[in-house]
């Protein structure tokens, strides 16, 4: 099945992000005089209603990383399709590198089932309701590449039906 291609979302000036740090990480450089370190910083953001986006910034120092990574977030964005209850439309699998995420619907009052980072994608998102499970690796970097991936792929029925030429009603009950 050939893979969608979506318009760009494009973001308006009046939108309200907010930011949230997933993981920091020192790294080590050993040079003549000893060792060199350096940070690298996963930041997620969203205005918690459909949008959101990722970033990695890399710097000298924790600040700069955390800024770097929050305007690559901001390049990121993307809009999820969600449902009333605040779950997704259907179960849809994110890769990315070795990390591996599958996530589901979930009726309401389930809430977000999901470890730390991708906990935090969701949250941003807007998603309340959802299962997911990691299949493979466990690092961070790779988790939140996977489960924007995942919210990358979902699709929104109306788009589906429209694309198809069906009414709405074919498209649950093919």
């Given at each position: 099945?050939?893979?969608?291609?979506?318009?760009?979302?494009?973001?308006?000036?009046?939108?309200?992000?907010?930011?949230?740090?997933?993981?920091v990480?020192?790294?080590?450089?050993?040079?003549?005089?000893?060792?060199?370190?350096s940070?690298?910083?996963?930041?997620?953001?969203?205005?918690?209603?459909?949008?959101v986006?990722?970033?990695?910034?890399?710097?000298?120092?924790?600040?700069?990383?955390?800024?770097?990574?929050l305007?690559?977030?901001?390049?990121?964005?993307?809009?999820?399709?969600?449902?009333?209850?605040?779950?997704?439309?259907?179960p849809?699998?994110?890769?990315?590198?070795?990390?591996?995420?599958?996530?589901?619907?979930?009726?309401?009052g389930?809430?977000?089932?999901?470890?730390?980072?991708?906990?935090?994608?969701?949250?941003?998102?807007?998603?309340?309701?959802?299962?997911?499970?990691?299949?493979?690796?466990?690092?961070?970097?790779?988790?939140?590449k996977?489960?924007?991936?995942?919210?990358?792929?979902?699709?929104?029925?109306i788009?589906?039906?429209?694309?198809?030429?069906?009414?709405?009603?074919?498209?649950?009950?093919?």
């Amino acid at each position: 099945m050939p893979k969608i291609r979506r318009k760009p979302f494009v973001p308006a000036a009046g939108l309200d992000l907010q930011e949230q740090l997933v993981h920091v990480n020192r790294v080590s450089k050993v040079v003549k005089g000893g060792r060199r370190f350096s940070f690298n910083a996963i930041v997620v953001v969203g205005n918690r209603d459909g949008v959101v986006g990722h970033g990695l910034g890399k710097a000298n120092e924790v600040t700069d990383a955390i800024q770097k990574g929050l305007q690559e977030a901001k390049k990121n964005l993307i809009r999820v399709p969600r449902t009333k209850t605040g779950s997704i439309y259907h179960p849809v699998v994110g890769k990315a590198g070795a990390g591996k995420v599958l996530l589901r619907p979930a009726s309401e009052g389930t809430g977000v089932i999901a470890g730390g980072a991708v906990r935090n994608l969701m949250e941003m998102a807007g998603i309340h309701n959802v299962l997911s499970k990691s299949q493979g690796s466990s690092n961070p970097h790779n988790m939140v590449k996977a489960a924007y991936q995942a919210l990358k792929d979902l699709t929104d029925p109306i788009e589906v039906s429209q694309r198809r030429g069906v009414p709405l009603k074919k498209v649950f009950n093919g």
